[in-house]
């Protein structure tokens, strides 16, 4: 009878064993397609790329002066681009995309490899781009909730590209 009883928990316990590992398996079946949509693609030039995608989306897009400004911002010595939406004209409207807290900015870095990575989309109010103890580094004004703040005063937040990804520095 103890016996029976000993084979019959273990059997049971080697079910819900199973039924875990299957559901893990599946788990990682579902979750592998999101990961690989989740990936960055190459894009030729991000320029390019974003016109592309603005001439589909709006019946007439007008790109004002600053709309791509090439600059080496992860200083690899290939030249990157921050795209500002700031100043494209969407269907007669300007910064349609912009609001409150600033208008969407889009950080290309180029790889050696070929192509140009988006590694970062800001809504700012403005950037500079400038020399910080020897070292180049974006100067973002931003909403000032983004410094945990709730004065009206924007937020200063120092950044410095290193590779393919934004390092905060300070934030003010």
């Avoid at 893990?24 to 190459?42: C, G, K, N, R, Y």
């Avoid at 592309?52 to 600059?71: I, P, S």
């Avoid at 208008?103 to 988006?118: D, H, I, R, S, T």
Wanted: aromatic share 10%.
């Amino acid at each position: 009878m103890i016996a029976t009883s000993i084979a019959e928990t273990n059997a049971k316990e080697n079910a819900v064993r199973k039924t875990i590992v299957a559901a893990l398996h599946a788990l990682v079946l579902f979750m592998f397609p999101a990961t690989l949509s989740a990936q960055q693609q190459l894009v030729s030039d991000p320029e390019i790329y974003e016109k592309d995608h603005f001439n589909q989306t709006c019946k007439a897009a007008t790109y004002g002066e600053g709309f791509v400004t090439r600059l080496d911002i992860n200083n690899d010595g290939l030249m990157d681009a921050v795209v500002n939406h700031g100043v494209l004209g969407c269907d007669g409207e300007q910064g349609k995309s912009c609001d409150e807290d600033g208008c969407p900015y889009n950080f290309y870095v180029q790889v050696k490899e070929g192509g140009y990575l988006m590694i970062a989309t800001a809504r700012i109010y403005d950037y500079e781009f400038v020399k910080r103890f020897g070292n180049m580094v974006f100067a973002l004004k931003m909403h000032p909730r983004y410094c945990e703040r709730t004065d009206k005063e924007p937020c200063l937040m120092t950044v410095r590209v290193r590779g393919t990804k934004f390092v905060t520095i300070s934030r003010k």
